[in-house]
């Protein structure tokens, strides 16, 4: 699966995404007094003024506030925390959520030591629940701002880092964290992390997370050195033994066999691992291979926290119809109404000449399109082409234009019959081939 730690992708989209839960415009929803006791969840409800000084106190950046006042204003103050027997079930799945985003992402920023403490003491075994108490009080309200604050992290990205440093132009999606905290409320008896806005590929990504932070735990793997250029079927060396056993910690093999013998479950393995790093899918073990196998457990580490973040910008659910470009798979997948349809080989940059990541909606299709010559390659080749050879530009289908040249439609042409712009800042479009 290339996409594992090179998860670098272009998304256009053919049609709005309706599916994406947008951030409310930062005004505060307003009191539902059609709440009562007839169809409340639970009889407890907060003191309004109570609740604010509580805020105040806290010193709540603005929109905290704003969503923890829209929150209790939609529920007309119900507890959404407590009921009149205590601490409800959806705390501790809450709970349970936060302490493993906490374990994979490794971010303790999110601690609050105050919560933390007041948690502790009414789950502890020996608290006697008290609805009027002070600590379920504050539990209740603090509760749901680490809510918010958790939610904010894992389902739109840390603000300190920013697209330069993820190499990654795509909007930074917005949630609706209330909507969300609602939704989890209301599905109290199901696996409320398939409700999570995140993308699919997000959580494929962290049980790839989790699995090398127990191979890091464990002192990693050990370096790969080589006896010769390259190993393939039916050879042996002791070499291979120690190859098979880091195909078996990554994954790719399935039971820990380390005799000597290169097997065609190892060439097996041997293939998945190639497609995984887009390789040559060859089974042939060479440089390029052990190099791969040889970068250290923290480097893996590293992309797939990377490639998370960039995942927590993209919508949970992209539009019914799209295009994906998976850049290091140099192919193009196809999507209808949510499902995949074909795929096809493209052509991408390269590592000294990359293509930037975005996404962008797809407007116009030309047919016959003339190819604007870039600044760049006609100085560099063409007009030495043309010093050299006064007919070049004629044989190759060329003419001016202005101070520019470009090459006239036809078979002939390096944007083949037919290309299809997404308008862009980046100059990147998809075209034919001749």
Request: hydrophobic share 35%; proline share 4%; aromatic share 14%.
């Amino acid at each position: 699966m290339k996409h594992l730690f090179y998860i670098s992708c272009i998304v256009l989209l053919f049609t709005s995404c309706k599916n994406v839960i947008k951030q409310a415009n930062g005004e505060v929803v307003p009191r539902d007094y059609t709440i009562d006791t007839t169809i409340a969840v639970t009889d407890m409800y907060l003191d309004s003024t109570a609740m604010e000084q509580f805020i105040g106190k806290q010193q709540f950046h603005d929109s905290l506030s704003k969503r923890i006042r829209s929150f209790y204003n939609g529920r007309n103050y119900q507890y959404a925390w407590f009921n009149s027997q205590g601490m409800s079930t959806n705390a501790g799945t809450f709970i349970d959520l936060f302490n493993d985003y906490i374990s994979y992402s490794r971010d303790s920023s999110l601690y609050n030591p105050v919560f933390t403490h007041l948690y502790d003491s009414i789950t502890g075994g020996n608290y006697q629940f008290r609805m009027q108490d002070s600590i379920v009080f504050q539990t209740e309200l603090l509760l749901t701002a680490q809510f918010f604050r958790y939610a904010y992290r894992k389902y739109q990205g840390s603000n300190a880092v920013n697209t330069r440093q993820l190499e990654w132009y795509i909007p930074r999606k917005r949630i609706n964290s209330v909507a969300v905290l609602d939704s989890m409320l209301a599905h109290k008896n199901e696996n409320v992390s398939e409700l999570e806005p995140v993308h699919q590929q997000y959580k494929l990504l962290k049980n790839y997370l989790v699995n090398y932070y127990e191979i890091e735990k464990q002192g990693g793997w050990q370096t790969i050195k080589a006896d010769k250029k390259k190993y393939q079927l039916h050879d042996e060396s002791p070499v291979i033994g120690r190859i098979k056993h880091r195909l078996f910690l990554s994954g790719d093999l399935k039971t820990d066999d380390t005799s000597h013998f290169f097997n065609e479950t190892t060439l097996a393995a041997v293939k998945q691992f190639q497609h995984r790093y887009g390789l040559k899918e060859d089974g042939i073990i060479n440089t390029a291979v052990i190099t791969e196998m040889n970068r250290p457990v923290q480097e893996r580490l590293t992309q797939i926290l990377i490639n998370m973040e960039r995942l927590r910008w993209l919508p949970a659910q992209p539009a019914s119809d799209f295009l994906l470009v998976n850049i290091p798979e140099y192919r193009l997948h196809v999507f209808e109404k949510g499902a995949y349809n074909f795929s096809m080989d493209v052509v991408v940059g390269t590592a000294a000449n990359n293509t930037v990541i975005f996404q962008g909606t797809l407007k116009h299709i030309v047919f016959s399109p003339y190819w604007n010559v870039p600044s760049s390659i006609l100085q560099k080749e063409i007009l030495p082409a043309v010093r050299r050879n006064k007919n070049y530009l004629e044989r190759n289908h060329m003419e001016w234009n202005g101070n520019s040249v470009r090459q006239k439609p036809g078979p002939w042409n390096a944007l083949g019959l037919v290309k299809f712009l997404f308008p862009n800042s980046y100059s990147i479009y998809l075209h034919d081939t001749p």
